[in-house]
Each structure stands twice: as C-alpha cells, then as structure tokens.
C-alpha cells in the first residue's frame, strides 16, 4: 500500500461546499443545521484513524435510509449530500472530488499500486458509516476493482484494515509482501503477507486485512502470470543459468528499492531465488 499525505481539505470546506449545490431552502437549512455536528464528527474521525480505532464507531443497518445520523440528517440525505453534491459534476462540491482524486500519486490507485485512481473510495463504507459521506480524511482515490471489490464491510477490532492516510510508515518500509514460484508448468506465483517479526500485533493485524480485504494475492498473481510471459522472452536470449539469476536479481533489488512491497518486487525475488526457474522453468512450454 502506499501512504498517501492528508488532504489539506478541512471537512467544513468540503461540506460547505457540497451543501452550497442545494436549492431547496428547507433541505438547505436542514444541512446547515447539521454543519457542527459533522465538523465535530471529522474531529473524531481523525482521533481514531490516529489511533487505529476506526472500529469504535458503530456500524448502522444496511437500506433503511431514514435512519438519523448527524442531527436532523438521515442516511439517504448524507448518501444524497455524496451522490449528487459531491460527484455530479453541474455541482461545486465536485472540484473536492476532483481534487481527491487528482490526490493519487502518477494516478495509481494507493491499495493495489497498479490500478488507475478513477475512484473515491470511502475507507469506511458510506452505506455503513454515513456519518463520513463526504469527509475528506474517509475518502481515498482507488481504482474501481478496489473499491467495488471491498464492498461495504463492517470494520471490527481484528478486521480495521490499513488506512492510506493514517497507517504507520513500517507498511512501505518493512518488507512483508513474498511471492513463491509453483515449479511446474505453466510456472506461477502465490503471493503471501509475512509479517516482520518486530512488528506490534496491531499493525500486523491490519496489514493482513488490508492484504485480505483487497483480494491482493490473487490480484497480484493474475499480474506476475503475464510479467513471466514477459520476462521469458527476455531470459531465452541470457546464454546461462548464472546470468538469468543475476538479471532477475537485478530487476528484484530495484524495485524492491522503488516500492518494498510492489507485487513486482516479490515476484521477481522469488524468481531469482528459484533454481529451477533460472535453469529452465523460464522456457514457455
Ligand atoms: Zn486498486
């Protein structure tokens, strides 16, 4: 995953924003009612994404949009405040969205790293957590397998994924993400989480989930299939065993230099290492 900087949006800025779309003076009030309640709510929000206690707050019930929220607002109304005050584009509050978005480094989704960041996904589901529909701090670009793969799931104390935002700088550091190689053919790549043994349980904790939560390894191995194809044709002109090693090896410390836990870089770690990829598994049969 890839941390991303704060937005420098101030939750009153983006909500102000939103708001300022509605024409109808009665819904208009109602949500300038509720102004304080949800700057309030964005203050808590950032003490427990600090804290990695996302999980304190409660989850509301799936449908039932007429459930009350922040004030006098109800669930449909801060689903509308999202859906159309905040992504319609005839709307203010859309250049927020816009600039969230824009906010993904090269345009890459921060959650899988290979994804294009056409997305705002809400780290806590706005079908759960209305609360945060349009808070800046709950919404990340992603690429849209991330976001509709993640769906809108609960967050329980053993399940609070990694946040881009708030997660601590060990996740980019420290490496964890490791590939092995299947040695049979059609050679492939099974990706798994190991955590650093002096790692805090916490952290390692959600690590696992975010890795599980996205379906990484199955992802990350559908891209490492067609980099062997790639890399094969590649390998075929190296006349020896010693040189193929040293190329993959090569490719390995570079970009576990450039990204620790890019699927790329434990990938091609694990191919250097497997002898009898580098002797002949790397021929396409
Ligand atoms: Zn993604």
């Known amino acids: 995953m890839k941390r991303l900087p704060r937005p420098i949006l101030t939750a009153s800025q983006v909500y102000d924003a939103c708001i300022s779309g509605v024409k109808d003076v009665t819904i208009l009030a109602r949500y300038k009612a509720a102004s304080k309640a949800f700057e309030a709510a964005s203050l808590v929000y950032e003490a427990h994404a600090s804290a990695h206690s996302l999980y304190q707050f409660p989850a509301c019930a799936w449908g039932k949009g007429e459930q009350v929220i922040l004030d006098s607002l109800t669930k449909a109304d801060l689903g509308e405040l999202y859906e159309s005050y ?3 584009k005839r709307y203010p509050g859309r250049s927020y969205y816009d600039q969230l978005l824009a906010s993904a480094p090269l345009g890459k989704c921060p959650y899988c790293g290979f994804g ?3 997305t705002v996904d809400h780290f806590l589901a706005k079908a759960r957590y209305p609360a945060f529909s349009v808070m800046p701090n709950n919404l990340v670009p992603a690429c849209s397998d991330c976001n509709k793969g993640k769906g809108s799931v609960i967050v329980l104390k053993d399940t609070e994924a990694s946040h881009p935002y708030f997660e ?3 996740i980019e550091k420290d490496a964890w993400l490791f590939a092995t190689i299947a040695e049979s053919k059609p050679v492939t790549a099974t990706y798994a989480f190991v955590a650093p043994l002096d790692w805090p349980s916490d952290l390692s904790l959600r690590v696992k989930s975010y890795f599980g939560e996205f ?6 191995a559908i891209e490492a299939a067609s980099e062997m194809v790639s890399v094969s044709d590649y390998l075929t002109a190296l006349p020896t065993q010693r040189l193929r090693t040293a190329h993959l090896n090569l490719i390995a410390q570079m970009e576990r230099g450039q990204r620790t836990n890019g699927w790329k870089a ?3 770690e694990a191919l250097s290492r497997s002898d009898w ?4 598994g790397y021929i396409h049969s």
């Open 86 to 88: 905040m992504v319609n």
């Open 266 to 268: 434990a990938l091609y």
């Open 116 to 118: 294009q960041a056409t």
């Open 277 to 280: 990829y580098c002797a002949s």
């Open 168 to 170: 601590d700088a060990r």
């Open 215 to 220: 379906d990484l390894a199955d992802r990350f």
